[in-house]
């Protein structure tokens, strides 16, 4: 039941994620490469421009894109699983990252205003340690307990189910800009009035290579000096600057309609936001703040020691470090939610396919999410922070392994894609030359190169992530493959297809109420899931911002059968869980919001024409039927309408074909459709009766309710002529009345009108 956002929306929820790199990524690079790292972190950010670019060509193939589902059609299920489980590691490690790195924050503020106070003499002696030095918090410990509490928090609030997930995102992400243009304004007035210079340019010999960051290459001593390797390597420990672009194919589905179109606004957005808010941020914070603190105090809080190097007052600046603390919090806490709200959809998506068994995606008994898959992200998330004990340079060495390898294999997979897929697509990464009659993707190709070459560059450079990447992922890949071989012996008579699962709410009466929709509603019915062009026809004609689409599906009961079973016992069937499942899918794709409705019902017609009632719609869309011809089934729609108790609604009822073309019928009483013939023939009356000097007030309507009146009368006086005369006329006379302009002198005032004449009658003149 998504409620589709706005590319600012969609971008706001990504940058939730993307933009919190910010944060940490600048200390993390540093630490690995040394002073030259805003180069690489500038160079990551351009970078992503490319890499985001393949994630919008694999969401204009795949409404639901992402890793997962763009490397099983090009490459199999066993790629698949393997690229998801590394695309796993890099969720999982999100939350903790994100949430350690707001604990730094945090504790850095209070340790910095336990030392004002305390230089201030503003603390009681009691509280003041040797040499009176004030207190200060273990800055790893604190923040992991931070981490642990806010995932927590958003643990329970997944678990209850989070609404409007897209109007906190945004809300967060206008404090956001408020503080990034507080920032690099002030941050570039303090640069030139200090006089700052710029940090070294990022060639090898600027290199500066940790012994940590060489990994299994430290006893290597050329390595550092060793050209494009060296960058490489400097380039690998700066990508997890560009982390969160996966965010981008999960949130593809909520992307309200035109959806390419607004995919690519929002992609547009966050890179240039991102370039601007990681890439400066990172710059300026080398620019301004002296080596020893930047890489001592504030590595793993740099915008905060930013804030506290800018030109002004003091009291100013701790100001915006206090507001800067604020931000961080926000961007880095909803980082965390981010991350299980992603990690949730890859593995349901992952579910869905039958990898993992059943029991996962099974709702909440209370609240219907997905409760078992929640528990699993959290528990990893928590078990990292404990194992790191809040280490940000650890979690930052482990998190680039998810990030990278997730973006090489959705790249191969593209790629592989290009040729085995011929169809058309909405969009291609640029650019691309034919050959013949080949067509060469230029950018696709480059995209992937330096991604495995980075790939296989952190390998061998960063121990921690190779080790504790491939167990994970390899633990991972085992789960993936004994519940996928679980699935399989269980289904093994079946196909298994890609099914959601739905929680039925039970309710007594069908109301506008219970579905929480508007007057005048379009009901879509729904019974093949194979050729749902109904549906199809109806979204495309509807804009859902101002009129409801209810998608409907009759369940036909019998004596012994599901309503006289408890509510709680009542599911969906097999076949009602691939209608909605298709339904859903379908209204993805076109970016649009449905509601879903089943109907008991002991009579098909019946059912439709009472729930059209009951919800006050519009109209009523359904597919032609294989049995009944259109007109047929709109004769059984108003047979079923008239025995409806009063008060009952008009409403149209469209029967759509196979081939998208669709029939119209009123439903209830309503103006008949006249041929022209017959409009001519009210109106020629209407300038003859007004000839007369007193009916010059007479109106077409009148004509017409006088003929009807008489045709009333003629009917209450004597039935079966009446009846004779007009059989007559339906079956012989049914062609429009023939209209001739008189040749008399009475042309010039009106017109001489003969009717049809009658077998076997004499000619009737009107």
């Known amino acids: 039941m998504l409620t589709f956002i706005s590319f600012w929306r969609a971008a706001a929820i990504v940058l939730n994620d993307l933009g919190s790199s910010a944060f940490y990524a600048g200390g993390i690079a540093e630490q690995a490469v040394g002073k030259a790292a805003p180069w690489f972190i500038l160079g990551v950010m351009l970078f992503s421009f490319a890499v985001r670019a393949v994630y919008v060509e694999s969401c204009s193939m795949f409404t639901r894109g992402g890793v997962y589902r763009v490397v099983k059609e090009a490459l199999g299920g066993t790629f698949a699983k393997l690229s998801v489980s590394a695309l796993m590691f890099d969720y999982i490690l999100t939350g903790p990252i994100s949430g350690v790195s707001a604990g730094q924050y945090i504790t850095g503020l209070l340790n910095e205003l336990m030392t004002v106070a305390a230089n201030h003499r503003w603390l009681p002696d009691a509280m003041l340690a040797a040499g009176h030095a004030a207190p200060q918090l273990p800055m790893n410990a604190t923040s992991a307990v931070f981490a642990i509490v806010v995932t927590l928090y958003y643990w329970w609030l997944n678990i209850k189910g989070i609404e409007e997930s897209s109007d906190k995102a945004l809300d967060v992400m206008k404090i956001t800009t408020v503080m990034v243009v507080i920032l690099l304004g002030w941050g570039c007035f303090s640069a030139l009035h200090n006089g700052a210079t710029l940090p070294p340019p990022p060639i090898p010999s600027n290199l500066h290579f940790s012994t940590d960051s060489l990994g299994f290459l430290k006893n290597i001593k050329f390595t550092a000096g060793f050209g494009l390797f060296g960058i490489l390597m400097a380039f690998g420990h700066s990508v997890l600057a560009m982390s969160g672009e996966e965010s981008l194919a999960q949130v593809n589905r909520e992307i309200e309609h035109p959806k390419l179109r607004n995919l690519k606004r929002a992609a547009i957005v966050i890179a240039i936001y991102s370039f601007i808010f990681t890439g400066m941020a990172s710059l300026l914070a080398v620019m301004l703040i002296p080596d020893y603190p930047r890489t001592h105090v504030y590595q793993d809080n740099l915008i905060a020691g930013l804030a506290m190097y800018m030109v002004g007052p003091e009291v100013l600046r701790i100001i915006f470090r206090v507001f800067v603390v604020i931000v961080g919090f926000l961007i880095l806490s909803g980082a965390i939610n981010t991350s299980i709200i992603g990690s949730t959809g890859v593995l349901m998506r992952v579910a869905e396919d039958g990898v993992l068994t059943d029991w996962f995606r099974r709702p909440h008994p209370k609240f219907g ?305 006249l041929q022209t013939d017959d409009v001519q023939l009210v109106h020629r009356l209407w300038l003859n009766f007004r000839r007369e000097q007193d009916m010059q007030g007479l109106h077409h309507s009148d004509i017409v309710t006088y003929a009807l009146t008489r045709l009333a009368t003629e009917y209450a006086r004597d039935k079966q002529e009446t009846l004779k005369n007009l059989r007559r ?15 008399s002198s009475e042309a010039r005032t009106g017109y001489a009108i003969r009717a049809p004449k009658p077998p076997n009658g004499p000619e009737d003149p009107l």
Not at 731 to 736: I, N
């Open 369 to 673: 999410t997905s409760y078992r898959i929640v528990n699993l992200v959290a528990g990893f998330q928590l078990f990292t922070i404990i194992v790191t004990r809040g280490n940000v340079i650890t979690l930052g060495e482990a998190y680039a392994f998810g990030v990278i390898w997730s973006f090489t294999f959705n790249s191969l997979a593209m790629l592989v894609l290009r040729w085995k897929y011929k169809g058309e697509r909405g969009w291609k990464v640029p650019p691309n030359i034919h050959i013949g009659k080949h067509e060469v993707p230029i950018g696709l190709i480059s995209v992937f190169m330096v991604l495995l070459s980075i790939a296989i560059v952190n390998l061998f450079t960063k121990s921690v992530a190779t080790e504790s990447g491939i167990a994970f992922a390899a633990a991972f890949f085992v789960i993936f493959s004994i519940s996928e071989h679980r699935n399989k012996a269980k289904h093994a008579s079946t196909e298994r297809q890609m099914k959601e699962h739905f929680q039925l709410e039970h309710e007594d009466t069908i109301s506008r109420e219970a579905l929480q929709i508007n007057p005048g509603s379009v009901m879509v019915t729904m019974r093949d899931a194979v050729n749902p062009f109904a549906l199809k026809w109806a979204l495309s004609r509807t804009n859902t911002d101002e009129q409801d689409i209810v998608v409907l599906t009759a369940r036909m009961m019998g004596a012994g059968g599901p309503e006289f079973l408890e509510a709680s016992d009542q599911s969906f069937s097999e076949h009602e869980q691939m209608l909605f499942t298709k339904a859903v899918s379908v209204a993805e794709s076109f970016g649009k919001h449905i509601s879903l409705l089943v109907v008991p019902a002991g009579d098909v017609f019946a059912a439709l024409v009472q729930t059209a009632n009951s919800l006050e719609a519009s109209a009523v869309v359904s597919g032609l039927s294989s049995k009944l011809t259109a007109q047929e089934q709109a004769f059984h729609m108003g047979h079923a309408w008239e025995a409806l108790p009063e008060p009952k609604r008009q409403f149209t009822f469209y029967i759509v074909m196979p081939n998208g073309d669709a029939e119209a019928f009123n439903i209830g009483p309503h103006a008949p459709a």
């Open 729 to 743: 006329y339906a079956t012989d006379g049914s062609k429009p009345a023939s209209l001739t302009a008189a040749p």
